[in-house]
């Protein structure tokens, strides 16, 4: 092997790297960075085009036609993308639906007469989870779109089937907040944070969401641009500026709750204040009665009234927070209101009582477990559940 194959193979394999390069790091458009791959790849054929060969199970190709092969199966492996489509339909007729994964990077998605598709690209998905938000347009009286969030799907609900060529199919069923597959016979997700260790019969979940750099404070300009945020037509906007809340610290909670009083009917600016709360608490339980501390009791009538809303996505986020701060202040706030409400704001409200239950005193606990039994007459059989496992 003479300079010529040597100085083939320097320049074949610098414009192969180079072009590699180009097109992992985005340095250049796709048709350019597989022309120079290309281009490299072939200067290599030509050097190695006489003395390749490939044995294969007693079959052996030599000289040109071994080089196109490994050529061909280079080539393909570089540029191929595997990619799924993943169809939802049910309760999305008008709907928004947004599937967001890797660094809250949405996939491309598109809506259809009574269905949205999503192409998801790649050769694996790096989180473990992503997040499906469904946006609904305003009910028939008015108002703002309402969102449905699913910040529990795991990855391994596509990954296998990248590649696959095949649609995966998943129902949105919004009466029962949930994401269903398998032809109705498997439940994905449900609309919250991802479930930790709660009670089968609950429907509050946990899930810590990603942190984001530096903290802000009431007053400060990164507070007010978290909280514009909240109202953002932006569902990755929203989502940020709740991190940025959430992981603020409980010195902003009377500030952020102000902002939930006077903004009453505004959802998203509501919604997103709930999230922040709940995942600032979810974070530091340590700190749930120092945070209990900074509420006074029209801050607790306003989260037990979200608590009961009829908004499941309101609910769910207000019932965890209160649920997790168990201020004994809330019992008679909660009882105060539970004739106001739906059965499922009935059952969220005695979730968020149970979570007071052991910080109150003897007396108090039995007067709780009486009207608790009181009320167990007033409700739907889940409820009962409910009320029979931590009343009787």
Known sequence: MGPLFWAGVTVGLILTAGGAAAQGLSILGMTTAQLILCSGLGILFGAFGSTATIRYKG???AGVAAT??????????????EFVIVRIDGDVKGAQVEL????DRSHYGVGLRNAYEFIVIGRGIQQDRLTLNI???PEETGGEPRERPFECIAKNEIEPYLGSEKTIQW???DTRGQLIADNGQRVIAEVGPCPNNRSPSSDIAMYRLPSLIGQAFAGSPDFQQYIDG?????TIERRQSRKGLADSGPEIVPDVLRRL???PGSYRTRLGVLVALTEMLRSRKDQRKEISRLLSDEDLRVLAKEAGHDDRTIRIYASEFLLDLGDPRIVPIAFGIIDQVSDDGKYNLILVIEGAVPDLSSAERADTMARLREVRQTVGPKTQALIDRFAS
């Open 59 to 61: 079959v052996v190709i």
């Open 68 to 81: 196109s092969i490994v050529l061909l199966w280079f080539v393909n492996s570089l540029v191929r993308k």
């Open 100 to 103: 967001i994964g890797d660094g």
């Open 135 to 137: 946006i609904l347009p």
């Open 171 to 173: 129902r949105f069923d």
């Open 230 to 234: 909240l109202q953002s037509p932006s």
């Open 261 to 263: 009083r006077e903004q």
